[in-house]
């Protein structure tokens, strides 16, 4: 595999590939950051001296070049693998160096990317705020204050040739992009306060969840989720009233600090905010977590029966608790109903969405 490292400052992540068996490796670097360590720390860098001294250390062959990401048109090899990490975000044109690494991968290769980005609150601010000088640096890099926040994700490129008509996408054939979980150590700062605040007042945390003492804040419901669970909650209501129990979109199971909301739940009387178990619960699946990983805590808290949706399939999982494991039925045995009749039952596409980008 060739792999080709852009903005590779002192050259980890090239020396890494390179111990981790690609056979051919560029790293290359503007060497920029030599005016951001003078102005930071006073030191007079000479350019590609870090890179140098690994390089030497490691008895490396890795082949380092000073160059702007930009000028790597003129360069005639394509790589398998390009790495971007902490770049996207410094330079001025970010659509367009994609489009350059683009150039640079062969067809079917990949281009990995971490960057910032602003987070689904954040999407309304302006693209570009200017802070005072060190304000930045002081206030807001060591924590990501609700605005920033670290993305990571691939790009393959198509076979195909969509240089020239793709704007939006760099003329890439699959993006997938994953947030990074980040843990900020307590204190929380006062910009992680406001956002917590915010949420709260607007109503956006009603299905956030606490794992055993750790906040997962859920991103709002796709359009597709909510049409299928607000769908869910008018099938099930009936059947769930006719046993005596209610059917709720955002109800607790658990504790304060240990809790799962799933996307709908069957609680017998009376509900409560956390309710130590419940009759059913239902989880839509979704790209961004799957329902899979809380199958523990439900059997742990003998919620009876669990249902997992998966609506690209446009499957009905349907689950018993029996002897602390979850086993499939096909009738259950809380409401009258069953997988099969319930994904019968479904409308799938109830209204045009746009497909969600991942
Ligand atoms: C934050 S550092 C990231 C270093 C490394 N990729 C990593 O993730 O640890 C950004 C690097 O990109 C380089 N850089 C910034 N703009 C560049 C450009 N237009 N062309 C090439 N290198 C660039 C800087 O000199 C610096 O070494």
């Known amino acids: 595999m060739s792999v080709l490292d852009v903005g590779c400052f002192d050259g980890f992540y090239a020396f890494l590939a390179e111990r981790r068996a690609a056979e ?39 082949e380092y070049r000073r160059m702007d990401a930009f ?21 001025e044109n970010p659509l367009g160096l994609l489009r350059v690494l683009r150039g640079r991968t062969v ?3 990949m281009v990995l990317v971490e960057t910032y980005g602003i987070s689904p ?18 206030a807001t890099s060591s924590s990501t204050g609700g605005s920033a926040t670290m993305a990571c994700g691939g790009l393959r490129r198509s076979p195909a040739r969509r240089d020239q008509s793709a704007p939006r996408d760099g003329g890439f054939r699959r993006i997938r992009c994953r947030l990074m ?37 859920s991103p709002p419901p796709s359009p597709r989720h909510e049409l299928l669970v607000t769908q869910l909650i008018t099938l099930l209501q009936p059947l769930a009233k006719a046993k005596g129990m209610a059917a ?19 609680l017998r009387p009376p509900a409560v905010q956390w309710n130590p178990t419940a009759a059913l619960a239902v989880e839509v699946l979704s790209w961004r977590e799957p329902a899979d990983k809380k199958l523990g805590f439900y059997a742990a808290h003998d919620v009876d029966e669990l249902v ?18 979850y086993e499939p039925v096909q009738r259950s045995g809380v409401i009258d109903l069953g997988p099969a009749e319930l994904a019968d039952r479904i409308d799938w596409d109830p209204f045009p969405v746009e497909p969600e980008d991942r």
Not at 28 to 52: P, T
Not at 56 to 61: D, F
Not at 71 to 91: N, P, S, T
């Open 71 to 91: 000028a790597l048109d003129g360069l005639e090899e394509r790589f398998d693998l390009v790495y971007c990490f902490g770049i996207l975000h410094r330079v």
């Open 181 to 217: 979980p980040t843990l900020i150590p307590d204190p929380l700062p006062a910009e992680v306060e406001a956002l917590l605040q915010r949420r709260r007042e607007w109503g956006a945390d009603h299905h956030d969840e606490v794992w055993e003492g750790v906040l997962h804040m």
């Open 248 to 266: 709720l979109g955002a109800a607790g199971i658990g504790v304060t600090d240990d809790h799962r909301v799933p996307d709908l739940t069957l």
């Open 107 to 109: 067809s079917g290769g």
């Open 308 to 325: 997992i949706i998966n609506p690209d399939q446009r499957t009905v999982r349907w689950l018993e608790l029996r002897e602390g494991a």
């Open 24 to 62: 051919h490796v560029v790293a290359i670097d503007n060497e920029q950051y030599r005016l951001w360590v003078a102005s930071r720390w006073g030191v007079e860098l000479r350019g590609g001296e870090g890179f140098r001294a690994v390089h030497r250390l490691l008895r490396s062959a890795v």
């Open 121 to 138: 609150e954040d999407r309304n601010d302006p693209a570009i705020r200017i802070f005072e000088p060190r304000r930045f640096t002081r």
